[in-house]
């Protein structure tokens, strides 16, 4: 029986890690070792990454609340409370775009907040 052996296969595992470590500085996307360990972590840091974006942007969106809230003088829990006493069902997302596109719209929403709480 011929004998087998993975040279063809070994060298595309490379082939692919040196790929995705292509544009990383000096040694990390020229050796294999190292692009290796490089790979991996950049893996590990994209996955902590896509959850960091999710916390990251509902912050982004309840300051962008709370400044609108303050421009109508009220802060940003009581105006939350108060749209939930109003039986009123925005998401965070929804009302920071309302806050920054259209005032009018947001001013009416924190004077049905006032009046509910």
């Not at 790979?39 to 300051?63: E, M």
């Not at 998401?91 to 049905?112: H, P, Q, V, Y």
Request: aromatic content about 10%.
């Amino acid at each position: 029986m011929a004998r087998v052996k993975g040279a063809l296969a070994t060298r595309k595992r490379r082939n692919k890690v040196l790929k995705l470590a292509k544009g990383y500085w000096g040694g990390k996307s020229r050796l294999f070792k190292t692009a290796k360990e490089a790979v991996y972590k950049s893996g590990q840091y994209a996955y902590i990454s896509r959850r960091l974006k999710k916390r990251d942007f509902r912050r982004l969106w309840i300051t962008r609340i709370s400044a609108a809230c303050k421009s109508n003088g009220m802060n940003y829990s009581t105006f939350i409370n108060g749209l939930k006493k109003a039986d009123i069902s925005l998401n965070r997302k929804m009302l920071s775009e309302i806050a920054i596109n259209d005032a009018a719209g947001f001013t009416t929403l924190c004077e049905k907040a006032k009046a509910a709480v």
